[in-house]
T-cell receptor
């Protein structure tokens, strides 16, 4: 299965600023996903990012707040813009390989103060 | 709309016992049902998965039971060990192009006590 490197692993940010999270995969993948996991909660899909096309956002998430880039088949970034304390969460990237393989990164633990 | 319901929210089992976590889904188009294990500070890791054409799948101490007519599936952990203490998520997805996103259950925090 794919190995995902996610950076940074954690950060503390001031409200009103932006943070860009990087997701690097050790092999080429078509589909990448960005999730949010609030403390003690389940995973909520933010958007699906396919190389060469615009990201598809889930209900409740908008591009202005969570812009995503997918410049090639091994890399993606998620930016959390104009942050507020409510954005404090764990952000995870995930990739799909083949029909069954969904692999997750270790996540970025974001605290907004 | 919560498409995958998971219970219990938390579970305490004695070492050597059987841990059972249940999930129910609504969308009959789902055709892939994985279970994920997550330790604190880590991303979810695939534990075991099943498709609706079989009623049971076993891998070591972990077994998925699947009831298509009831739209339910469950994870059984036999001979539970303290190292199994983690949060478990069931999930479901469709396999067709454009519908590959995973829908997760709410999670079960499992604690194995000596």
């Amino acid at each position: 299965s794919a190995v995902i490197s996610q950076k940074p692993s954690r950060d503390i940010c001031q409200r009103g600023t932006s943070l860009t999270i990087q997701c690097q995969v050790d092999s080429q993948v078509t589909m990448m996903f960005w999730y949010r996991q609030q403390p003690g909660q389940s995973l909520t899909l933010i958007a699906t990012a396919n190389q060469g096309s615009e990201a598809t956002y889930e209900s409740g998430f908008v591009i202005d707040k969570f812009p995503i880039s997918r410049p090639n088949l091994t890399f993606s970034t998620l930016t959390v813009s104009n942050m507020s304390p409510e954005d404090s969460s764990i952000y995870l990237c995930s990739v799909k390989q083949g029909f069954d393989g969904y692999t997750f990164g270790s996540g970025t633990r974001l605290t907004v103060v | 709309q919560q498409q995958v319901k998971q219970s219990p929210q938390s579970l305490i089992v004695q070492k050597g016992g059987i841990s059972i976590i249940n999930c129910a889904y609504e969308n009959t188009a789902f055709d892939y049902f994985p279970w994920y294990q997550q330790f604190p500070g880590k991303g979810p890791a695939l534990l075991i998965a099943i498709r609706p054409d079989v009623s049971e799948k076993k891998e070591g101490r972990f077994t998925i039971s699947f009831n298509k007519s009831a739209k339910q599936f469950s994870l059984h952990i036999m001979d539970s060990q303290p190292g199994d203490s983690a949060t478990y998520f069931c999930a479901a997805t469709r396999g067709d192009f454009g519908n590959e996103k995973l829908t997760f259950g709410t999670g079960t925090r499992l604690t194995i006590i000596p």
